[in-house]
Nanobody
Framework: QVQLVESGGGLVQPGGSLRLSCAAS????????MGWFRQAPGKQRELVAS???????NYADSVKGRFTISRDNAKNTVYLQMNSLKPEDTAVYYC??????????WGQGTQVTVSS
């Protein structure tokens, strides 16, 4: 069983920065693809960024050039550095682990609010 624990959310002014972290338990982290999703009130959950086990990254168009996803396999942790935050980035952000085989796992979510 894998547990994902997110941290780093909070309230930030427009133009500010936050870094989210997601620590994973278990032994499958290094061989798994990791991702960050977000869900705003009244909207569907959407992919923000993903990083493959080999390090290849993918970003939603809305965050390209502002967000950076990275991983530290020695610490079983994935990060999302968010810069130049906008009010429309306000959402609950969820960590996602997609193993080589079997069902994916989700974190409990962390709230990010961008407001002046």
């Amino acid at each position: 069983q894998v547990q994902l624990v997110e941290s780093g959310g909070g309230l930030v002014q427009p133009g500010g920065s936050l870094r989210l972290s997601c620590a994973a338990s278990g032994r499958i982290f290094s061989s798994s693809a990791m991702g960050w999703f977000r869900q705003a009130p009244g909207k569907q959950r959407e992919l923000v960024a993903s990083i493959a086990s080999g390090g290849r990254t993918n970003y939603a168009d809305s965050v390209k050039g502002r967000f950076t996803i990275s991983r530290d396999n020695a610490k079983n942790t994935v990060y999302l550095q968010m810069n130049s935050l906008k009010p429309e980035d306000t959402a609950v952000y969820y960590c996602h682990l997609a193993p080589w085989s079997g069902p994916p796992f989700w974190g409990q979510g962390t709230q990010v609010t961008v407001s002046s």
